[in-house]
């Protein structure tokens, strides 16, 4: 088995460090050249010196930084001039990946790990899933995510969801059409689904899993990348999405402007997909595990899978 790397970003977590420490240690005690990295930026509570104390153990790095500007800086602003919290995320994601490839070129097994939302972590799921993404060469299996619930036993995280059946989010369809209903149809479509695991194009769940090789060089992003324009154009084309009736209706003769208010926008060319803002932001925003993933398929990578009886995370 490959050795593993654990990624996380952390923000006033300072009620779950003792848990996040438990993890780590279930994790990197399952290969000795096991390293762990975590970004936290802004805390307002006693994360960052609660963190940099994990560093005794010296198979973990962290770092602490201050980012948090007077006024807002993100392209995606709310009504109301506040910043895009997708965006805050994403940058720190990258920055934690930034902290992996200057310290760590060999082959792994990456994990990346929500530090905000961690239990008592089983260790043999864990080490059985590395060493089946060891042992199959190509890219028929690259990547694993993780079955976590909610406080009601559903899946919680249905906005980094995506499959060949459910494909397009509100970046296209707009918030209405994403809301509880169609979240609802992705948790019974999941549930439904024989089988122990579920081919996806992109999940998460706060547990993940990945061949290093795979998103080596890759960047998170809160907004519609050239992997998913590519992918949607295709899908568009080929009328291969469920809901195609009602995207071929919305490209078809999209409703640009309201009373004088931009609703959404070509992101890659009047030739291309039109985005609808959504989420209360005045941009087409997306979950930032989506282009992430998206990027991965383009690569060629197909092998995503959700498993659905790996559960070591509880919900939120």
């Given at each position: 088995?490959?050795?593993?790397?654990?990624?996380?970003?952390?923000?006033?977590?300072?009620?779950?460090?003792?848990?996040?420490?438990?993890?780590?240690?279930?994790?990197?005690?399952?290969?000795?050249?096991?390293?762990?990295?975590?970004?936290?930026?802004?805390?307002?509570?006693?994360?960052?010196?609660?963190?940099?104390?994990?560093?005794?153990?010296?198979?973990?790095?962290?770092?602490?930084?201050?980012?948090?500007?007077?006024?807002?800086?993100?392209?995606?602003?709310?009504?109301?001039?506040?910043?895009?919290?997708?965006?805050?995320?994403?940058?720190?994601?990258?920055?934690?990946?930034?902290?992996?490839?200057?310290?760590?070129?060999?082959?792994?097994?990456?994990?990346?790990?929500?530090?905000?939302?961690?239990?008592?972590?089983?260790?043999?799921?864990?080490?059985?899933?590395?060493?089946?993404?060891?042992?199959?060469?190509?890219?028929?299996?690259?990547?694993?995510?993780?079955?976590?619930?909610?406080?009601?036993?559903?899946?919680?995280?249905?906005?980094?969801?995506?499959?060949?059946?459910?494909?397009?989010?509100?970046e296209i369809m707009g918030q209405e059409w994403w809301e509880e209903a169609h979240q609802k149809s992705i948790i019974k479509h999941v549930n439904e689904s024989p089988g122990t695991h579920l081919?996806?194009?992109?999940?998460?769940?706060?547990?993940?899993?990945?061949?290093?090789?795979?998103?080596?060089?890759?960047?998170?992003?809160?907004?519609?990348?050239?992997?998913?324009?590519?992918?949607?154009?295709?899908?568009?084309?080929?009328?291969?999405?469920?809901?195609?009736?009602?995207?071929?209706?919305?490209?078809?003769?999209?409703?640009?402007?309201?009373?004088?208010?931009?609703?959404?926008?070509?992101?890659?060319?009047?030739?291309?997909?039109?985005?609808?803002?959504?989420?209360?932001?005045?941009?087409?925003?997306?979950?930032?595990?989506?282009?992430?993933?998206?990027?991965?398929?383009?690569?060629?990578?197909?092998?995503?899978?959700?498993?659905?009886?790996?559960?070591?995370?509880?919900?939120?």
């Amino acid at each position: 088995m490959r050795k593993l790397v654990v990624l996380g970003i952390a923000k006033n977590i300072s009620k779950q460090v003792t848990i996040l420490k438990d993890c780590l240690t279930t994790i990197l005690d399952l290969h000795e050249d096991s390293r762990a990295y975590i970004y936290e930026n802004d805390s307002t509570d006693d994360t960052p010196s609660l963190l940099k104390a994990l560093e005794t153990d010296s198979r973990i790095k962290v770092l602490c930084e201050k980012t948090r500007s007077a006024e807002p800086t993100t392209k995606a602003l709310t009504w109301d001039n506040k910043a895009c919290r997708l965006e805050r995320i994403a940058d720190a994601r990258n920055k934690c990946m930034e902290m992996w490839e200057s310290a760590d070129k060999e082959d792994s097994i990456v994990i990346w790990m929500d530090c905000d939302r961690v239990t008592r972590l089983n260790g043999d799921p864990i080490s059985f899933l590395a060493r089946q993404l060891t042992e199959v060469p190509d890219k028929t299996v690259v990547a694993f995510f993780a079955f976590s619930r909610n406080h009601l036993g559903n899946m919680y995280d249905t906005f980094a969801y995506r499959d060949d059946k459910f494909t397009l989010g509100p970046e296209i369809m707009g918030q209405e059409w994403w809301e509880e209903a169609h979240q609802k149809s992705i948790i019974k479509h999941v549930n439904e689904s024989p089988g122990t695991h579920l081919k996806v194009l992109s999940a998460c769940n706060g547990l993940a899993m990945y061949r290093s090789e795979v998103i080596r060089g890759l960047r998170f992003t809160a907004y519609p990348n050239t992997a998913m324009e590519a992918y949607y154009r295709t899908a568009l084309r080929d009328l291969r999405v469920e809901c195609h009736k009602e995207l071929v209706k919305i490209q078809d003769k999209p409703i640009t402007h309201d009373r004088g208010v931009c609703l959404g926008r070509y992101l890659f060319g009047t030739e291309g997909i039109w985005y609808k803002n959504n989420s209360g932001y005045n941009q087409p925003v997306v979950c930032e595990w989506v282009p992430f993933h998206f990027e991965i398929v383009q690569r060629g990578y197909t092998g995503l899978f959700l498993i659905k009886g790996w559960e070591d995370v509880s919900g939120h």
